[in-house]
């Protein structure tokens, strides 16, 4: 049987799949994994440069005063409309208003259609743990939250798009990360069950996807988890460099 349909749409059921099923994670079965899907943004790429770029870009049309680019790193992981709001701001929740945001949305995504790859870098270990696999029988994916067009640019532009049969971006499926759709639409392409699946991410958002979905969830350390340290998220296991990952296969 395949990943089941089950989709988790507010908070509340998010929350209580992921603490449901962090209390009894196991380690991870790296013997049956049959499709290995990795984030994208704070997990293969350090993509914040061009982001903050984008956004300062973005408010300076405007005629808003510049935010801290360090900033930015808090405010990745949940799609550009919440990035962008965020920018806009400078806080995780507000709202700001209406025309405010539809013009700077605008603005933004023409920014960084120019400067989707001008800064950003892969992480240490990236490709070498990519190519190693590649020449595996895995199944290797990349499951994001960036939208599409932006995902593909940036996956190209630094070589990394040769390395995935397929690509989940943001506006692939209904939903995004934390629900479980995109896992699951990943897994149902390769004709797999969930508990031959693994995610590899950095933050909650991975954690939480990948526990609604039944799969199992390696985490780094060193993405975009909004500030918090990803260990309290309880993943099945952090690795501090993605090329630990090569002595599990």
């Known amino acids: 049987m395949r990943c089941g349909r089950t989709v988790l749409s507010t908070p509340d059921e998010l929350k209580d799949a992921a603490c449901g099923s962090a209390a009894v994670s196991a380690p991870v079965a790296f013997e049956r994994t049959r499709l290995v899907l990795f984030d994208l943004d704070g997990t293969l790429v350090d993509s914040v440069p061009d982001l903050a770029w984008s956004g300062n870009r973005m408010l300076s049309t405007l005629g808003l005063p510049e935010r801290d680019p360090a900033l930015a790193h808090a405010w990745v992981g949940n799609g550009i409309e919440r990035f962008v709001k965020r920018f806009l701001t400078g806080d995780m929740t507000a709202e700001p208003e209406p025309l405010l945001f539809e013009r700077g949305l605008e603005i933004f995504r023409q920014a960084y ?134 002595a599990r296969f």
């Not at 743990?129 to 960036?146: I, M």
């Not at 499926?173 to 069950?193: C, I, N, S, V, W």
């Open 113 to 246: 259609a120019g400067h989707v790859s001008e800064l950003s870098e892969i992480y240490p270990g990236v490709t070498e743990t990519l190519e190693y696999l590649q020449n595996t029988p895995l199944h290797l994916a990349c499951v994001t939250n960036k939208a599409g067009s932006f995902t593909r640019d940036l996956l190209a532009a630094l070589d990394l798009d040769r390395y995935f049969e397929l690509v989940v971006a943001g506006d692939t499926t209904a939903r995004k990360k934390p629900d479980p759709m995109p896992l699951q639409y990943a897994a149902d392409h390769f004709g797999l069950e969930c508990g031959n699946c693994l995610m590899v991410g950095d933050s909650s958002n991975d954690v939480r996807a990948a526990r609604a979905a039944g799969f199992a969830i390696v985490c780094v350390p060193y993405g975009y988890n909004h500030g918090n340290d990803i260990r309290d998220a309880e993943p099945d296991l952090v690795v501090e460099n993605l090329r630990e990952l090569i």
